[in-house]
């Protein structure tokens, strides 16, 4: 986020408000605000800054603000002023609008709590101009929504799973996350069969069963937070992909760290946990993408086109 | 802290503050005279006497003003009747009322509140199955990740978790997305500028069909991300009828003057594009495409939604199923992974079509 005065106000104003929250007295260290703000701890020293010099003075709408560094962190509090979030601004109004305009029980809620913050746009006009999905379908629907009271009350899911190329099989899994990546919904659980964490496409569920029998988290799963994270597996190996120079230009811009050849292909290396999960995003490019190597990962897109 | 010699530098971020604070210390209006003579960094140059620097303050006063309505600040002036040396006449004055200010309260309905509440504000309520209706929404909306709203939508959600702290997604419910070009951050906004204020935009656009990058001049009615890609609904200057622009295949896109403004039909919703696969995204007439899909591949067919079921084939499963195919390339690259899964009946140039395809990357892994 770009450092302007708007944003900074808005920063302050909600620091003000949190700290003055809880116990003024109490000092909280540069990092716990920094993780609150999603700023850098540089960031957060920079506001306090703007804050010591308000109150460098006495002034009468900032005379019950209290702010100072100690050796732990810093102590900041009111007792008049800012002691709340400011309204939302017109983009963020924006963006809760259309979060809420994507499912079919949010559209009346948006509508109303766009009336009460005023600065967001009107629901209605939101609604023609923007969209993201897909929706998913009522099956899948249903599946995410078992996945979710899953990991929610903790409580075992059993599932009739099919593969890529196995026969359809029951396992029973402990959800932890639900994952959307590019309008696909994983289920990323606990597979007491394989005992190890698996990703489960939510489509390719069958049928799901909720049971009664609770499971204790697994503290040593490592959650899913970025694309990477849905590729990472222990014995993931990597794959050198030539892009032709048909489509090497957005390549480029996707994978800036690829290398050029002489005749205009463009290479990148990519990781593969699942190799059906690379040979599937190639192939959307035909001839246009090439495995270079491994020669087990050409076999594997060499089998798959039959 | 130690004070500077001399006149310090006052950063607007801080007149904003010093401002608002003035003002919400003040329950009743506050005459723009005084606001200028004793909110800092204003107050020097309003002090001074010189009807420049006066002039000046005056600008200042109301760029800030405007510019604090971008936040949701409204700072308007009301017509106040002073006493005294200018008895009876009317001035400008301003109030600063905390609603004007303040994000209302949120609570859950039937709840005590868990902050203590120091500022009279509406209270918005919600119910349960609105509160995860609101949370579901806050996790979809991260996911427009930092390239287009997801600054916004991580500040709005760390407003609305003051008052309702589980409202923030933990781990469990995440939304990822792959890496965009550069192009991107410049065409976006002005994609999103050109929606809003239904102004007509310049670009360069690729053409994947006809492998051409040329000038267009577009009509952008809406946004969409589908699939996790974003696209443009949009009215060419130079054709008939909607056209569905892919953002990341457009260059140099800029905003064209105010006088050329659009009208957007009422009937239009970008929604409408939404659930399309890509392969009905094209400009061209739609043609129906029957293919025969062996079992599990129909049931994830079936499971996204995709095709109209013609028939089942056999007993475990298999379908055969029929598509509305505007564009055969993405549909037949959409077919590939299948491989001798799926089997295209008729017509016979998208058979071929495929054929040719795994043709060529048969030669390519031989």
């Known amino acids: 986020m770009t450092d302007l005065a708007e944003y900074q106000v808005q920063r302050i104003v909600s620091l003000i408000a949190w700290m003055s929250q809880g116990d003024r007295e109490t000092p909280v260290s540069f990092a716990a605000a920094a993780r609150h703000l999603g700023v850098s701890e540089k960031t957060v020293r920079s506001d306090l800054e703007v804050l010591l010099r308000l109150t460098d003075e006495l002034k009468s709408g900032l005379a019950s603000m209290q702010v100072a560094i100690t050796a732990t962190g810093f102590i900041l509090g009111s ?54 999905g897909p929706t998913p379908g009522e ?154 190597e491994p020669e087990g990962m050409r076999e594997f897109i060499r089998t798959m086109v039959g | 802290m130690k004070r500077h010699p001399g006149r310090r530098k006052v950063t607007k971020a801080e007149r904003w503050l010093n401002l608002l604070a003035f003002l919400l210390d003040h329950r009743y209006p506050v005459t723009r005279e005084e606001i200028l003579s004793r909110v800092e960094d204003y107050q020097q140059d309003w002090s001074s006497g010189t009807e420049t620097k006066r002039e000046s303050v005056r600008r200042k006063f109301e760029r800030d003003k405007s510019e604090l309505r971008k936040l949701g600040v409204t700072i308007e002036p009301e017509r106040q009747k002073v006493s005294g040396a200018r008895g009876g006449q009317e001035v400008e ?103 809003e204020g239904r102004r007509p935009v310049s670009c360069r656009y690729y053409s994947i069909g006809r492998d051409a990058d040329e000038p267009r001049v577009i009509e952008p009615y809406g ?52 659930d399309r696969a890509p392969w009905e995204l094209a400009d061209g007439p739609s043609v129906r495409v029957r293919v025969r899909i062996g079992f599990p591949h129909s049931r994830w067919v079936l499971g996204e939604g995709l095709g109209d079921v013609v028939e089942a084939t056999d007993p475990e499963g298999g379908a055969l199923l029929e598509f509305g195919v505007r564009a055969v390339e993405p549909f037949v690259r959409w077919l590939l992974p299948f491989g001798r899964q799926a089997e295209v009946l008729e017509p016979a140039d998208v058979r071929d079509r495929l054929a040719a395809e795994r043709d060529r990357l048969r030669a390519l892994y031989r």
């Open chain 2, 93 to 195: 004055a301003y109030r600063l009322r905390p609603t004007d200010l303040y994000l209302p309260y949120l609570e859950l309905s039937g709840k005590a509140p868990a902050q203590p509440r120091p500022y009279p504000l509406p209270t918005i309520s919600l119910k349960p199955d609105e509160f995860l209706t609101l949370r579901r929404a806050a996790a979809r909306v991260l996911s427009l990740g930092e390239n287009v709203l997801g600054a916004s939508a991580a500040s709005a959600l760390r407003k609305l978790s003051f008052d309702l702290p589980l409202l923030e997604p933990a781990d469990g419910e995440v939304v990822v997305h792959g890496p965009v070009g550069q192009a991107f951050h410049q065409v976006f906004p002005v994609l999103r500028a050109g929606v």
């Open chain 1, 79 to 132: 007792l008049g002023a800012f002691r709340r979030p400011l309204r939302l601004t017109g983009d963020e109004g924006l963006a809760v609008i259309i979060g809420l305009l994507q499912s079919r029980d949010g559209q009346q809620l948006a509508r109303r709590l766009g009336a009460l913050l005023e600065q967001a746009p009107r629901s209605a006009e939101v609604d023609r101009t923007w969209a993201f």
């Open chain 2, 223 to 274: 946004l969409m991300l589908s699939w996790g890609t974003w696209y443009c609904v949009a009215r060419p200057r130079d054709r008939d009828g909607l056209r569905v622009f892919r953002v990341s295949r457009m260059r140099g896109a800029e905003l064209l003057a105010e006088e050329s403004q659009f009208t957007v039909p009422d009937d239009f919703a970008v929604r409408s594009y939404l």
């Open chain 1, 139 to 292: 099956g899948v629907s249903r599946v995410l929504a078992l996945a979710r009271r899953a990991r929610d009350e903790r409580r075992k899911l059993d599932l009739l799973y099919c593969g890529s190329t196995a026969e359809p099989a029951r396992r029973v899994v402990h959800p932890h996350q639900v994952v959307q990546d590019g309008g696909v919904w994983y289920i990323i659980a606990w597979c007491e069969r394989a005992r190890a964490v698996r990703h489960f496409r939510a489509e390719r569920v069958l049928s799901a069963e909720l049971l009664s029998e609770p499971f204790d988290p697994k503290p040593a799963i490592k959650p899913v937070q970025q694309r990477k994270d849905l590729l990472d597996a222990p014995a993931a190996t990597t794959a050198t992909v030539a892009f032709s120079p048909r489509i090497a230009r957005w390549q480029r811009e996707r994978y800036p760290d690829g290398q050029e050849r002489p005749d205009g292909w463009y290479l990148i290396q990519l990781p593969v946990a699942d190799p059906r999960w690379l040979a599937r995003d190639l192939l959307q490019y035909g001839a246009e993408a090439e495995v270079l």
